[in-house]
């Protein structure tokens, strides 16, 4: 079956500092990875899809199907970014999301 | 415009009673999901809508769980004699061109369903 596993529920770092959510899945196809984020006392939103290749408020993931990963990063992070972190699959033919089990993200002043 | 809206945005229940979540999606989205996300479990998908039908129904737990949609517009989760594992948020979601790999699903607020 397909999975994604974030490894870290909670990620702490100081403002400035790298940043990098962790994700991993299993899936033999093609899949669609994304990024969703959960702003406190705000709704989950779509932050970034890995076919876009674009960056969303200094985020990036690039999908790496060899280490069938989808790690998401930034090089500097901010206060603002302290948000609960999803990275879900689509697998082709289907169109449920199956989401990983999150991290929250806290950045220190 | 407006999103995905969702009601009540909480509901207290006795175990064993019965309830229903409202979902109204965004006008025009054909597609509509309904996902849970509890403690330890992170967010499940439960069932997909496509117009009023409901091709993929595989994350529904148990036939205690049911939905429907009308109209291809809202979407009704009802879940009977519920049990305090049912205890969790439920967001809906829906999406204008599923299919499309530009497609997104855009979430609302959810149902924090909490069974005594």
């Known amino acids: 079956a397909q999975r994604v596993t974030q490894p870290e529920k909670l990620l702490s770092v100081f403002k400035g500092a790298p940043v990098e959510l962790k994700c991993n899945y299993s899936?033999?196809?093609?899949?669609?990875l994304f990024w969703y984020v959960q702003y406190s006392r705000q709704r989950l939103q779509l932050l970034l899809r890995?076919?876009s290749r674009e960056s969303i408020k200094g985020f990036t993931a690039d999908l790496n199907k060899g280490e069938t990963s989808f790690h998401l990063k930034k090089p500097f992070a901010q206060e603002e970014d302290s948000a609960m972190y999803y990275c879900?699959?689509?697998?082709?033919?289907?169109?449920?999301?199956?989401f990983g089990q999150g991290t929250r993200l806290t950045i220190n002043p | 415009g407006a999103g995905v809206s969702q009601s009540p945005s909480n509901k207290v229940t006795e175990k064993g009673k019965d309830v229903e979540l409202r979902c109204d999606p965004i006008?025009?989205?054909?597609?509509l999901y309904w996902y849970r996300q509890s403690l330890g479990q992170g967010l499940e998908f439960l069932i997909y809508?496509?117009?009023?039908?409901?091709?993929?129904k595989s994350g529904l737990p148990s036939d205690r769980f049911s939905a429907e949609r009308t109209g291809g517009s809202v979407s009704t989760l009802t879940i009977q004699r519920t049990q305090q594992e049912d205890s969790a948020v439920y967001l809906c979601?829906?999406?204008?061109?599923?299919?499309?790999?530009?497609?997104?699903?855009?979430f609302g607020p959810g149902t924090r369903l909490t069974v005594l």
């Open positions: 879900a699959l689509r697998i082709q033919g289907a169109q449920k999301l199956v």
């Open positions: 006008s025009g989205h054909t597609a």
């Open positions: 809508f496509q117009g009023n039908s409901a091709p993929d």
């Open positions: 899936y033999s196809g093609s899949p669609e």
């Open positions: 890995h076919i």
């Open positions: 979601a829906s999406s204008p061109r599923p299919g499309l790999n530009t497609d997104t699903q855009y």
